[in-house]
Structure formats: structure tokens, C-alpha cells
């Protein structure tokens, strides 16, 4: 049996189903090799969409995941489908970017994450939300909230 069957994973090596609306459901983890010290992982996905609620009309962003990882780490293929099923989905950009970060910290239980949306103008104003989160009680907490006060785009 090959490693990633052994940890479950099922999008990695596999013909690529889309789903046709939001699917958290696709997302998979994998063991942190590393649990000895942090670091950063960062994603970086230039051509999200999603749908505007109230028009339908497709809103097109950047999203930006940074986390220190816990015990278990997101598959990337699970990650690029899991935002690929935002495409037919009528969300406010904020709504998004909350959502992807919730989701990521259910999955992961991640020491710190944040999720960041830059996105494209629609009538002259572009919307950036951002979202983190730290380990409550750790020193991860502590570092979303100073992370968060000092925001700056």
C-alpha cells in the first residue's frame, strides 16, 4: 500500500473530479513530519472565482493561505479543488475568506493560520478581506491578535 493510501488520501494521483458547487468535503491531510519546530506553509491561488449572491456575476480574486502547521498538514490537489468549488458559489467576498479559513482550521487544527482575498475591482472599489486565527490558549492566539492589529495590506 503506498504512503498517501495510507493516510487516506484520495485526490493525490487520481483522475481530478470537479465539484460543481462548495465542497469543504474534498479536503484531505497528511501527517506534519515536522512537528519538532514551525514554519510557514503558503498557498497562493491567483485565479480564484466565486459568484456574487445578489447579481450572480463572477467575482475573481487572488486568495493567499499562510499557516504554522499542527499535527496534520492540507493536501494541495484536496486545496486546489476545494477552492475550484467556490466557482459556482454565491458568496460575499468576506463570506469566502471566512470560510476558507474556518474550514482549513477544522481540517488542520493548524498552531496559526490566515487567509487573505485581494479582490478585483467591481465598480471602481476592490475588496481585501483577511482572517486569521492563532491556537487558543497558546502563543499562537496571542500572535493572531497582534497580527491582526497590525494589519496592513
Same mark, same amino acid.
Given at each position: 500500500m503506498k504512503k498517501r493510501e495510507q493516510e487516506g488520501? +484520495? %485526490?493525490l494521483?487520481?483522475? @481530478? +473530479?470537479? %465539484?460543481?458547487?462548495?465542497a469543504p468535503y474534498v479536503l484531505e491531510t497528511f501527517e506534519n513530519r515536522h512537528l519538532d519546530n514551525d514554519y510557514w506553509v503558503t498557498f497562493n491561488c491567483p485565479e $480564484? @472565482? #466565486?459568484? &456574487?449572491?445578489?447579481t450572480g456575476q463572477p467575482d475573481f480574486a487572488e486568495i493567499r493561505i499562510a499557516y504554522l502547521p499542527g499535527e496534520r498538514m492540507v493536501e494541495s490537489k484536496s486545496l486546489k479543488l476545494y477552492l475550484f #468549488? $467556490?466557482?459556482?458559489?454565491?458568496? $460575499?467576498? +468576506?463570506? &469566502?475568506?471566512n470560510t476558507i479559513m474556518k474550514d482549513l482550521v477544522r481540517l488542520m487544527n493548524p498552531k496559526y493560520i490566515e487567509v487573505t482575498g485581494l479582490f478585483t475591482p467591481r465598480g471602481g472599489i476592490s475588496i481585501h478581506p483577511y482572517a486569521n486565527y492563532g491556537r487558543p490558549g497558546t502563543k499562537y492566539e496571542k500572535?493572531? %491578535?497582534?497580527?491582526?492589529?497590525q494589519h496592513a495590506l
Open positions: 488520501l +484520495e %485526490a494521483g487520481r483522475k @481530478t +473530479e470537479y %465539484a460543481t458547487d462548495y $480564484f @472565482t #466565486s459568484l &456574487c449572491p445578489i #468549488s $467556490f466557482r459556482n458559489h454565491g458568496d $460575499f467576498h +468576506e463570506d &469566502c475568506v500572535m493572531a %491578535a497582534y497580527r491582526l492589529r
